[in-house]
């Protein structure tokens, strides 16, 4: 009996040791399972026609991947309207959940972002960040006429209020966001339902969005921080150059250098590099121009500053078309940016720049003109001054050798009675229809 009970006990425990290990491997298993992966990417900066070509990439590659969410970590001034829709369509319309994250601290989003991050699943702020400021301006930032400014800012209030409607948010808050423009901090939003979520970091979001529950295919996922894989959404070549070009401030300096370019062209031909250089600056600058909120009439001055240093070149004004064209290029580089999430640019980029621009073309306008005053070195007109051999002489004209030339060659009027001697030297004092003009040296021979 006793050897029976050994039996069946090592029977049992070894079915509990293999049931044991194949829990422990079905957990592991359910562990992998449900794994899930997130894209992130980030949007920093004004709201531009690449921004909106990048969030449609990661949007993407996040559908193609199957991940559970995309996360987008948001510092925006604001932008373009219809960019800003663009991007808005593109997140209500995605299969896969987006969340808008508002981060590092001191970042906002304020105009265009405000119906980004009502148009979010899922929004959230890291402490001291801000959202507001959504109030409609123009191109150049001026307030728009009664009847026009009416109609966008109803526009965008319907837009923004049912954005936040659908999303469960204060409806009212993001209405006045674009009506008085009002602003609010991090934690004033989670208190007002104006955002879901206030995270200190990316893993903080992740963790209370787990703990809530992500609503995704009709049921509510919960994970931990641990189980989500991060695949971060890097910007290609093409949309890191783009944004690059479409700093205002990367713009304003091709600008200058574009017009200072083609103005050393015009004023001296031929040199090639400065109208290559310059009309490439200049193409890339009108590029930049026409998405970011150009003001046309400090585009305009700074043309025109350039125009008043080409004219001192042929109006003598004594470097008074210089000064105007200094400051032409001065209130232009001030008015060039306003609006839309740029707020200009700061007084130190402009005044450095704006010296230097000037230095090199006042530099350039007193070579030319010292150029001109110079007496021709080539041509005919150089012969002027010089000593000729006589080679045969008769009466008032003959034959001089000149540079490796026989000249025919006459006297000056009323010269001295001195007749020049065969390889004796006269003086070249003026050109007729190619014939020189000459007087005698002092002792008529070489």
């Not at 009709?218 to 959404?233: D, K, M, N, Y």
């Amino acid at each position: 009996m006793s050897w029976r009970l050994w039996l069946h006990l090592e029977l049992l425990f070894c079915l509990l040791f293999t049931a044991t290990v194949a829990q422990a491997a079905s957990d592991k298993a359910a562990s992998r399972d449900t794994s899930l992966t997130a894209i992130t990417l980030s949007l920093d900066g004004a709201i531009t026609p690449v921004a909106a070509d990048f969030l449609d990439e990661g949007l993407l590659v996040a559908d193609k991947q199957g991940a559970a969410l995309v996360l987008v970590q948001l510092d925006t001034p604001g932008g373009s309207v219809e960019i800003m829709r663009r991007m808005v369509k593109s997140i209500r319309q995605s299969p896969v959940p987006v969340v808008l994250y508002v981060a590092p601290s001191g970042a906002r989003a304020a105009s265009a972002g405000v119906f980004l991050m009502a148009a979010a699943q899922i929004n959230a702020m890291a402490p001291q960040t801000t959202i507001g400021s959504a109030s409609p301006v123009g191109l150049g930032g001026e307030d728009m006429g009664k009847t026009i400014n009416a109609k966008v800012q109803n526009d965008l209030t319907s837009l923004v209020r049912s954005l936040a409607e659908a999303t469960g948010r204060d409806a009212t808050w993001y209405q006045r966001a674009v009506t008085e423009a009002a602003n609010m901090t991090a934690a004033e939003a989670v208190s007002r339902r104006v955002v879901d979520y206030l995270a200190v970091d990316r893993t903080d979001l992740l963790e209370q969005i787990g703990k809530r529950g992500l609503a995704t295919d009709g049921a509510v996922l919960r994970f931990t921080p641990s189980q989500v894989r991060i695949v971060t959404q890097e910007p290609s070549w093409r949309h890191a150059f783009l944004s690059w070009l479409l700093n205002p401030q990367v713009a304003y300096i091709l600008l200058l250098i574009g017009v200072a370019g083609v103005f050393f062209e015009l004023s001296t031909p031929g040199v090639i590099l400065p109208g290559v250089a310059g009309g490439l600056s200049l193409l890339l600058a009108l590029y930049a121009l026409s998405v970011l909120p150009t003001n046309a009439a400090g585009l305009l001055l700074l043309l025109f500053g350039g125009g008043l240093f080409l004219l001192e070149i042929h109006v003598t004004s004594y470097g008074l078309l210089s000064l105007s064209g200094l400051a032409a290029l001065f209130f232009g580089s001030l008015l060039l940016f306003r609006g839309q999430g740029v707020d200009g640019l700061p007084l130190s980029l402009i005044a450095p720049t704006v010296i230097g621009v000037c230095v090199l073309l006042s530099l350039a306008v007193w070579l030319l003109a010292k150029a001109q005053r110079l007496r021709p070195r080539t041509g005919v007109s150089e012969l002027v001054g010089k000593a000729a051999q006589v080679r045969h002489w008769s009466a008032n004209s003959g034959k001089v050798f000149l540079h490796g030339e026989i000249w025919d060659a006459v006297l000056e009027p009323g010269t001295s009675a001195v007749t020049p001697q065969s390889g004796g030297t006269v003086r070249v004092v003026a050109i007729k229809d190619m014939l020189l003009v000459v007087t005698v040296d002092t002792d008529g021979r070489a």
